[in-house]
């Protein structure tokens, strides 16, 4: 009974993966094998933690097909921290080098002793729809997916490095093929076992391998999503700062939270059209 | 009695400096291949180093010496004596800074997709189809030139080949210029300031060969190519002029600059740390020494060209560095851990390639003269 109940999950998330993937041209997820997340999730209550709200929420959008779906991440910064846990989360779970960091934190001093105090700015990808980068590609290695992420295809990037210039908020990497145990008696595990961006298996095996040379960035955890899971920065937040959803289902919390008078963009006057919103 | 051979000290110092340059060059370039892209110095806040500037002076110096051979298409006499050399030095530069380019990038592996998917939306997507292009009417306009001398053929690819050249340098000014992100490229204005300094490097780059060639061969020079290379040190006077009314404009307006950080890195970049180098490399020895030089008749002889095309190529090299530095020296995105100008200094393994483009159009250069003997003028249909 065991066995066909865990064949039954498996093919059953094998099967949505697929789903999943199929409708997303060129960069298919090669999930089969992986488990899938059983989350049992309680019943909506006033004043539950937001992460519980924001998975039912994906859980919601899930069901919709690619194109349907509207990813938008709102962060409050009235809410951070600045304990940057979304920072080395997402480093951890992206496997990123030394010189790559998705998501940085902004740490600003503002006044002078005595009256001083502390601002936090996270930075992820702005997933622009209007983005300069997927611009000046020239071999169409980055384009903004239907989902509203600005996706880079790792076998197609020449590694010019056109985009990592053309970005006015600094959100795009060159991965020079760098380790940070480099120089110590042995490269670990931490940062040589496999990455899954984009629902493939990227092993570094020389510096040949994708996505050594390649341009880097953040994507929302597509990789995540795609088996449903929120960003790794949003389930890292310890502040709960950080908000994540489909913005085009009205009834999810991203929706109501990025609707709000006090809402605000990043270098919105560049005409980007930047999809992180965030809350002062 | 059979005449005794003088050794030719000065050519076999020449060549064992070249087959230094191409050892220490494949070297860079075999160790950036096979130990990868960690070899540079390059960063997020500084994606384009030493190579890519080196390649936009190497397309520069190309483009530069076909535009100038342009006056001949256009019936100024007396160029033929040197345009043989002009468009192998064109084709020479084109291939140098090609291979540079490629070894720039980060996956070169991938570099098919350029013609599988490429990008006509973007500047970089237009230069791959204007740098063949042009290679291709310079090759044509070579062999026809060596082959069948100075017909109506020439004449029509005289005048496209410098039209495609001038197309290739501005695009490339467009690919940074149209990075908005880094105002101090110049933005609209960096096509069109590609090129006059083009001319700039370009004739520097002909003068340069010409009186060198002339020193180590030992040969006569004819009063012909003689007058020339005077009316052409004049015409080099000139367009440091205009590069240097261009110069002063750019830094002008970027100082002028509403946008902060725009005017912070010129600010930098002229009276900060690199300002020594900015004004005493790029625009002393650069442009106004070498202007000088060129104005004054006493100096115009063969010595003062040698040495002003000698100042500017360093210069405008220098200047090429500049002008990439220059324009991710303020990171887009700063905090209390980022300091307000970013630190690049190249790798040697990144020198290394830079000597091997120039060791290559040397050595090549020198295989070319002699097979192609780019000192003949080629011939006139009828006469």
């Given at each position: 009974?065991?066995?066909?109940?865990a064949?039954?999950?498996?093919?059953?998330v094998t099967?949505g993966a697929?789903?999943?993937?199929?409708?997303?041209?060129s960069?298919?997820?090669?999930?089969?094998?992986?488990k899938?997340?059983?989350?049992?999730l309680?019943?909506?209550?006033?004043?539950?933690?937001?992460?519980?709200?924001?998975?039912?929420?994906?859980?919601r959008?899930?069901?919709?097909?690619?194109?349907?779906?509207k990813?938008?991440?709102?962060?409050?910064?009235?809410?951070?921290?600045?304990?940057?846990?979304?920072?080395v989360?997402?480093?951890?779970?992206?496997?990123l080098?030394?010189e790559v960091?998705?998501?940085?934190?902004?740490?600003?001093?503002?006044?002078?002793?005595?009256?001083?105090?502390?601002?936090?700015?996270?930075?992820?990808?702005?997933?622009?729809?209007?983005?300069p980068c997927?611009?000046?590609?020239?071999?169409?290695?980055?384009?903004m997916?239907?989902?509203?992420?600005?996706?880079?295809?790792?076998?197609?990037?020449?590694?010019?490095r056109?985009c990592?210039?053309?970005c006015?908020?600094?959100a795009?990497?060159s991965?020079?093929?760098?380790?940070?145990?480099?120089?110590t008696?042995k490269?670990?595990a931490?940062?040589?076992?496999?990455?899954y961006?984009?629902?493939?298996?990227?092993?570094?095996?020389?510096?040949?391998?994708?996505p050594?040379?390649n341009?880097?960035?953040?994507?929302?955890?597509s990789?995540?999503?795609?088996?449903?899971?929120?960003?790794?920065?949003?389930?890292t937040?310890v502040?709960?700062?950080?908000?994540?959803?489909d913005i085009?289902?009205?009834?999810?919390?991203?929706s109501?939270?990025?609707?709000?008078?006090?809402?605000?963009?990043?270098?919105?006057?560049?005409?980007?059209?930047?999809?992180?919103?965030?809350l002062? | 009695?059979?005449e005794?051979k003088t050794?030719?000290?000065?050519?076999i110092?020449?060549?064992?400096v070249v087959?230094?340059?191409?050892f220490?060059?494949?070297?860079?370039?075999?160790?950036?291949?096979?130990r990868?892209?960690s070899?540079w110095?390059?960063?997020?806040?500084?994606p384009w180093?030493?190579?890519?500037?080196?390649?936009?002076f190497?397309?520069a110096?190309s483009?530069?010496?076909?535009?100038?051979s342009?006056?001949h298409?256009?019936?100024?006499?007396?160029?033929?004596f040197?345009?043989?050399r002009?468009?192998f030095?064109?084709?020479i530069?084109?291939?140098?800074?090609?291979?540079?380019?490629?070894?720039?990038?980060?996956?070169?592996?991938?570099i098919f997709?350029?013609l599988r998917?490429?990008?006509?939306g973007?500047p970089?997507?237009?230069?791959?189809p204007?740098?063949?292009?042009?290679?291709?009417?310079?090759?044509?306009d070579?062999?026809?030139?060596?082959k069948?001398g100075?017909?109506?053929?020439?004449?029509i690819?005289?005048?496209?080949a410098?039209?495609?050249?001038?197309?290739?340098?501005?695009?490339l000014?467009?690919?940074?210029?149209?990075?908005?992100a880094?105002?101090?490229f110049?933005?609209?204005?960096?096509?069109?300031?590609?090129?006059?300094?083009?001319l700039?490097?370009?004739?520097?780059?002909l003068?340069w060969?010409i009186?060198?060639?002339f020193?180590i061969?030992?040969?006569?020079?004819?009063p012909?190519?003689?007058?020339?290379?005077?009316a052409?040190?004049?015409?080099?006077?000139?367009?440091?002029?205009?590069?240097?009314?261009?110069?002063?404009?750019k830094?002008?307006a970027?100082l002028?600059?509403?946008?902060e950080?725009?005017?912070?890195?010129?600010?930098?970049m002229?009276?900060?740390?690199?300002g020594?180098w900015?004004w005493?490399?790029?625009i002393?020895i650069?442009?106004i020494?070498?202007?000088f030089?060129m104005?004054?008749?006493?100096?115009?002889n063969l010595?003062?060209?040698?040495?002003?095309?000698?100042?500017?190529?360093?210069?405008t090299?220098a200047?090429?560095?500049?002008?990439?530095?220059?324009g991710?020296v303020?990171?887009?995105?700063?905090?209390?851990?980022q300091q307000r100008?970013v630190k690049?200094?190249?790798?040697?393994?990144e020198?290394s390639?830079?000597?091997?483009?120039?060791?290559?159009?040397?050595?090549?250069?020198?295989?070319?003269?002699?097979?192609?003997?780019?000192?003949?003028?080629?011939?006139?249909?009828?006469?």
């Open positions: 009974m065991k066995r066909r109940d064949i039954k999950t498996i093919s059953a099967a697929a789903f999943v993937a199929s409708s997303n041209s960069l298919k997820a090669e999930t089969a094998g992986e899938a997340i059983e989350i049992k309680p019943e909506p209550m006033p004043n539950e933690d937001i992460l519980i709200t924001m998975q039912r929420d994906l859980l959008a899930l069901k919709k097909p690619l194109k349907d779906r990813w938008s991440m709102t962060i409050d910064l009235r809410k951070c921290i600045g304990c940057h846990a979304c920072t989360g997402c480093i951890a779970e992206n496997r080098p030394p960091v998705y998501r940085v934190v902004r740490e600003e001093e503002i006044g002078k002793s005595p009256n001083i105090t502390m601002k936090f700015l996270p930075r992820p990808c702005m997933q622009c729809e209007n983005s997927t611009m000046v590609c020239p071999v169409k290695a980055t384009w997916r239907e989902d509203n992420i600005v996706v880079i295809d790792y076998k197609k990037c020449i590694g010019c056109s990592i210039a053309a006015p908020y600094g795009r990497y991965d020079l093929g760098k380790y940070y145990t480099d120089g008696p490269r670990e931490y940062e040589t076992s496999p990455a961006e984009y629902g493939k298996r990227w092993i570094k095996k020389s510096h040949f391998s994708s050594i040379g341009a880097r960035k953040c994507h929302f955890c990789h995540r999503l795609d088996v449903g899971m929120l960003p790794m920065c949003t389930t937040c502040g709960r700062a950080t908000y994540f959803g085009s289902d009205s009834k999810s919390l991203i109501k939270v990025s609707a709000k008078s006090n809402r605000w963009k990043f270098k919105e006057d560049l005409g980007t059209k930047p999809s992180v919103t965030y002062v | 009695m059979v005794k050794i030719n000290w000065l050519f110092g020449w060549m064992v087959c230094v340059g191409i220490i060059g494949l070297w860079g370039a075999a160790s950036s291949l096979f990868g892209t070899t110095r390059i960063s997020d806040n500084v180093g030493i190579l890519t500037s080196t390649y936009v190497f397309v110096a483009a530069g010496c076909m535009a100038v342009l006056s298409a256009l019936g100024f006499k007396g160029f033929e040197v345009i043989k002009a468009v030095l064109a084709i530069t084109l291939l140098a800074g090609g291979i540079i380019i490629i070894l720039d990038l980060g996956d070169p592996l991938n997709y350029l998917s490429p990008n006509f973007a970089l997507g237009w230069m791959v204007f740098y063949i292009l042009y290679l291709v009417l310079l090759v044509i070579f062999y026809l030139l060596h069948h100075l017909n109506k053929g020439t004449q690819v005289g005048i496209l410098p039209l495609a050249a001038v197309a290739v340098h501005s695009t000014g467009a690919i940074f210029g149209f990075t908005y880094r105002p101090y110049g933005g609209a204005f960096a096509p069109i300031y590609f090129i006059p300094i083009a700039v490097i370009g004739t520097a780059l003068l060969v009186v060198l060639q020193k061969s030992k040969k006569e020079m004819s012909e190519l003689h007058h020339l290379t005077r052409l040190g004049k015409f080099l006077g000139v367009v440091l002029g205009i590069a240097i009314f261009f110069v002063i404009w830094n002008l970027g002028y600059s509403p946008v950080t725009t005017a912070r890195a010129y600010r930098y002229l009276f900060g740390s690199p020594w900015t005493g490399v790029t002393l650069g442009l020494i070498p202007l030089l104005l004054n008749p006493g100096t115009r010595n003062g060209i040698l040495a002003a095309s000698t100042l500017v190529l360093i210069g090299f200047a090429r560095y500049e002008f990439a530095i220059g991710q303020v990171p887009l995105f700063q905090g209390l851990w100008f690049y200094s190249p790798t040697f393994v020198i390639i830079v000597i091997l483009g120039f060791a290559l159009c040397a050595l090549l250069y020198t295989l070319g003269n002699r097979i192609f003997k780019l000192e003949e003028v080629p011939k006139v249909p009828g006469v």
